[in-house]
């Protein structure tokens, strides 16, 4: 039986392990230009039960990256934050799939697995030197709302303008 208590914590456990790749990721962004036409910085990583990884994209708006033609000191239009890493434990899930299926959508685990995965990373950014110029947010791919890693604030990124 599947308990989200468990589920987040192995989730907490398993980001534990690359908080100091991340941090590190955004120190050595510290020391990158950012192309002038950039205007927002966005931090985005698939969600899967099983593994994730996190990049960095470098944006006009919230949907198109910037394009940066000279790498020499600029931070490139995507930045790999993480290597891809062990989100939650998938062994033994094929012979109870549908079991975990069930209790995955019972229990809006996706939703508090994006949530946790903010979070995570709004902390890693609080620890980190790096002191964006430029509004930063985590986004998921084809999901509406956005988090602002410097507000704390959930946003509908189709209304985000700058």
Same mark, same amino acid.
């Given at each position: 039986m599947y308990e989200i208590e468990k589920y987040l914590e192995e989730i907490r456990n398993n980001r534990r392990k690359v908080s100091n790749e991340v941090i590190n990721s955004f120190n050595r962004i510290q020391n990158l230009k950012i192309p002038s036409d950039a205007k927002v910085l966005i931090l985005s990583t698939p969600i899967t039960v099983k593994y994730i990884k996190v990049t960095l994209f470098v944006n006009e708006d919230m949907f &198109?990256?910037?394009d940066v033609e000279e790498h020499d000191g600029y931070i490139s239009s +995507?930045?790999?934050m993480t290597d891809e890493f062990f989100l939650y434990n998938y062994l033994g899930l094929k012979k109870n799939q549908d079991e975990f299926n069930e209790f995955y959508e019972t229990e809006d685990a996706e939703r508090?697995? +994006? &949530?946790?995965i903010a979070l995570w990373l709004k902390r890693c950014l609080e620890s980190s030197n790096f002191s964006p110029s430029i509004p930063m947010y985590y986004a998921v791919p084809d999901e509406d709302s956005v988090f602002n890693l410097l507000t704390g604030e959930w946003e509908d990124q189709e209304e985000i303008e700058f």
């Open positions: &198109e990256p910037v +995507i930045y790999r508090k697995t +994006i &949530e946790a």
